[in-house]
């Protein structure tokens, strides 16, 4: 028998309040047909605003020792951690203004779905700015080492410390993987939220084929809604902040080839698996009953998907640590997200038939695929290096792989054996 479960650092309770947040949202906008981006937005709020209540009020994830905050000790005097939170304050500002300028410089952030997002970041940047100093000093006075990479940084620039390479290091990766992502997030954050308000419910109860496509545009909304309320709340009151982002260059490269600007995948990249091919539906086209069952699989492959960002709450990002994730899909698969992304990708695309009618373009479509789910394969392997670093973390891989090989003995153990 395996050993219990090791405990997870989110609760279930959690992604399932920001789901309920969604679906309120959701059947709100579809009555009234608000189906524009800042409806979008608010469908974020929508998903965050009950997982942080949920966090606070039942789970009191403030309370964690982890979060590294004092709560039961009074706050210590305003003299004593003033000069900390000036330097921590310079510190985060340089950083703030370093993303800044790499947004200003970037091309590919003034273009299509991207102004989006810069517009949203020059709308709270002065709020974000104005707020900043109060929460820095209110927590600092209640940190028990409140001298981070910020601070690190800050007595650096300001002269008044050596610097400490290695904590603002890691202060630059987070916040490279949190300026990175989010901008992607918000910039995609629109599109997906439009289709799901504003397609007509007569058009998806015609065809079997817009109902999947519809649930499977609902599944990536929820992920997208999910995973941007992670990116923004990194916060410690939240317990939700980022322990360490990875150091490995592997494990950039692996995730930035992933996504644009850098994506190899995209149309006419060097991964590119879709010359030549045509969507599921098309393929099985005249066979209605396979048609419904295909459609409902590749719905569960991204429901699969979905969940595994639900089960992150307000800790989902990638390229870092924020706690150790064992509840949900995480109890059946340590990356259930990648396995079930690969899935819908091969089931969806059937790079192994082509409309071109020739063996090379689907041997190349069939090769560059494998290629892509390579890729991801890399990237699971690079986060397993980063996380193992944590001894909670060796604790469920070691309970994970415990699990399957006893799953895979019960199987052999019934090999042959009549149960009628």
């Known amino acids: 028998m395996t050993a219990a479960r090791p405990k997870s650092a989110v609760s279930t309770g959690v992604g399932l309040a920001g789901l309920a947040g969604l679906f309120a949202w959701f059947t709100i906008v579809r009555w009234f047909g608000m189906a524009g981006p800042l409806s979008a937005l608010v469908n974020v709020a929508a998903c965050g605003v009950p997982m942080v209540l949920w966090s606070l009020l039942v789970d009191k994830v403030h309370r964690n020792p982890s979060t ?26 340089a950083t703030w203004g370093l993303i800044g300028c790499l947004y200003a410089l970037g091309r590919f952030y003034w273009q299509g779905a991207y102004v989006f997002a810069m517009q949203c970041f020059a709308v709270a940047a002065a709020p974000l700015f104005v707020l900043s100093a109060p929460y820095v000093v209110w927590l600092d006075r209640r940190l ?43 910039s995609i954050v629109p599109g997906g939220f439009h289709e799901i308000v504003a397609r ?19 599944m990536f909304v929820i992920d997208v809604g999910m995973a941007t309320v992670g990116y923004v709340l990194t916060m410690k009151p939240l317990d939700a902040h980022i322990r360490s982002a990875t150091p490995y260059a592997e494990g950039w490269v692996a995730a930035l080839i992933c996504y644009p600007p850098f994506i190899l995948m995209g149309n006419g990249g060097p991964l590119d698996y879709h010359p030549g091919t045509a969507e599921w539906s098309w393929w099985l086209a005249g066979h209605p009953t396979l048609i419904g069952l295909w459609g409902a699989l590749l719905v569960a492959l991204t429901a699969i998907y979905a969940w595994a960002t639900v089960a992150f709450g307000l800790r989902f990002s990638n390229l870092t640590h924020r706690g150790i994730l064992t509840h949900g899909p995480y109890a059946w698969a340590k990356h259930p997200a990648y396995l079930s992304k690969n899935a819908y990708w091969w089931l969806a695309t059937l790079p192994f038939l082509v409309t071109t009618g020739g063996p090379v373009d689907a041997a190349r479509d069939t090769a560059i695929l494998a290629m892509v789910s390579a890729v991801y394969w890399w990237r699971a392997k690079t986060e397993e290096k980063h996380l193992g670093n944590d001894p909670d973390y060796r604790a469920y891989a070691a309970w994970m792989k415990g699990r399957w090989r006893q799953t895979i003995r019960f199987d052999k153990g019934h090999e042959g054996h009549d149960i009628s």
Do not use: C, Q
Request: charged residues 15%; negative net charge.
């Open 144 to 186: 028990k080492h409140p001298r981070d990479g910020a601070w690190a940084l800050g007595t650096w620039l300001i002269g008044s410390g050596p610097a400490d390479r290695a904590a603002i290091a890691d202060h630059f990766r987070s916040w490279a993987v949190k300026g990175f992502f989010l901008a992607f997030m918000l």
């Open 68 to 93: 590294g905050i004092d709560w039961d000790a009074p706050p210590r005097p305003l003299s004593e951690t003033l000069d900390t939170s000036l330097a921590k304050l310079a510190g985060l500002w």
């Open 200 to 218: 007509p419910w007569a058009e998806l109860a015609a065809s079997p084929v817009a109902l999947a496509n519809y649930l499977i545009s609902f």
